[in-house]
């Protein structure tokens, strides 16, 4: 139905098709698929059981609006924002854009969202049904931008499964200077201090830049590891990687993403994993839209993979479609759970 949809709703601006497809969503007339055999892909992580891997990244439910209908359409968890303490409207438009034959969008958003206070509301009005990760940011004008962190943390710590420390948008000037040492053990130093008197057990991850450079990977693992990070979230978008698209729009300035992305992702979570040995869980983003893109972060060691370019492309079923395609990949290896395999190419 999707791939007969797909030529009309691409007649509509990305973000116009992307508030049809929330309000859609809010309808929350989903009916929960089963699939056959999905025992495969059960994820034990941080104490909780995930019905599988495939999650929804940062960035789709922007505002927590329909976080329980994304986990009926199969996903094992969702991941909202980014929210910033108050609430911006982000870049001028257009800033979303599509590159169709790359497979790829191109953004510029910056960060537009409702704010803590009124996205804290409707997370307490609406419980979740599933593994729930908050990812936060700074306000574009704060002049503190480490302040913003804290505040963000105090006002979801007690209604996350996780909360994310996004430091990599490329779209919130210099947000990125967070990937420095002394910048990096600033701040993470702040927010280990600031969860162990709110909740020590909450899981912390922080998601990472595909733009670093290798030779930092050990350092910022060192640093990681330092300050009790749980997670690590491989990748944001990318400002590189324009040079061999086909489409246009490569020339429109924000972070790339999609299948443009997959390749320095898979990369950049082999080495992460080698380094941090296992101490840290990863969750593998950039690409994703079969079964076997999800297998290969697997293997080169994401417990955890997201989705968000990968469901403009391939519609609201692909978390289904691609968990079947992953059982059928592990049945035939004879693998009986997916945890097996996690960093089994490394």
Known sequence: MFDKLRPFIFKFSPEVAHSLAIKALKLNAIPKKKIENQSILKTEIFNKTLENPIGVAAGFDKNA???NSLFNLGFGFVEVGTITPEPQYGNPKPRVFRLEEDEALINRLGFNNSGSNEIYNKIEK???????????????????????YIKCLNKFYN??????????????????NFHKEEEMNHLLSKVKEEKDKL?????????????????????????LANHSIDLLIISNTTEKNREALKNI??????????????????????????????????IGVGGVSSGKDAYE???????????????????????????????????KE??????????SKN
């Open 65 to 67: 609006e329909v976080y």
């Open 126 to 148: 609406n419980k979740s049904n599933g593994f729930l990760g908050i990812n936060i940011g700074p306000n574009k004008t704060s002049v503190n931008r480490v302040e913003d």
């Open 159 to 176: 209604v996350a499964d996780y909360i994310t420390i996004n430091i990599s948008s490329p779209n919130t000037e210099n947000l990125r």
């Open 199 to 223: 909740k020590p057990d909450l899981p912390i991850a922080v998601k990472i830049s595909p733009d670093i450079e290798n030779k930092s990977i050990e350092d910022i693992c060192d640093i």
């Open 249 to 282: 729009n490569k020339l429109e300035k924000g972070g790339l993403s999609g299948k443009p992305v997959e390749k320095r992702s898979n990369e950049l979570i082999k080495l992460f994993y080698k380094n941090l040995k296992n101490k840290i869980k990863i």
């Open 297 to 331: 972060k697997i293997i080169r060691g994401a417990s955890l993979v997201q989705l968000y370019t990968g469901m403009v492309y391939r519609g609201p079923d692909i978390a289904n479609k691609i968990n079947k395609e992953l059982i059928e990949i592990l049945t």
């Open 334 to 343: 004879g693998v009986k759970n997916i945890s097996q395999i996690v960093g």
